[in-house]
């Protein structure tokens, strides 16, 4: 099991900037994936970002390519999400995921699919203003 908690969240106005953080712990080796997942009201939950613990690997939807990177700080056990540029599109509950299964593959499909994750957050809040 891991746990994983999400912070950062708030309310920006268009084309401002947040960070979002993920502290997850209780892995028991670096083969992990960690995801950014979002979800907006009347909306299916939806991969925004993702990334290898143990090569850094990264994974983005392309509707925030160049405008959110994903990292990792193993040894703080965090994984964040800063996302610049944002636009009321980007607004929704943000969560963080982790999940071994992902690892075996090397494709989008898989690491930006909440199916494929097993140990999730309870979502942080962002909201953008127009």
């Known amino acids: 099991e891991v746990p994983v908690v999400e912070s950062g969240g708030g309310l920006v106005q268009a084309g401002g900037s947040l960070r979002l953080s993920c502290a997850a712990s209780g892995f028991i080796s670096d083969d992990y994936a960690v995801g950014w997942f979002r979800q907006a009201p009347g909306k299916e939950r939806e991969g925004v970002a993702s990334?290898?613990?143990?090569?850094?690997?990264?994974y983005y939807a392309n509707f925030v390519k160049g405008r959110f990177t994903i990292s990792s700080d193993n040894a703080k056990n965090m994984v964040y999400l800063q996302m610049n540029n944002l636009t009321p599109e980007d607004t929704g509950v943000y969560y963080c995921a982790a999940d071994r299964r992902v690892i075996r593959y090397g494709d989008s499909y898989h690491w930006l699919n909440p199916r494929w994750y097993d140990e999730w957050g309870q979502g942080t809040q962002v909201t953008v203003s127009s």
């Open positions: 990334i290898s613990r143990a090569d850094r690997k990264t």
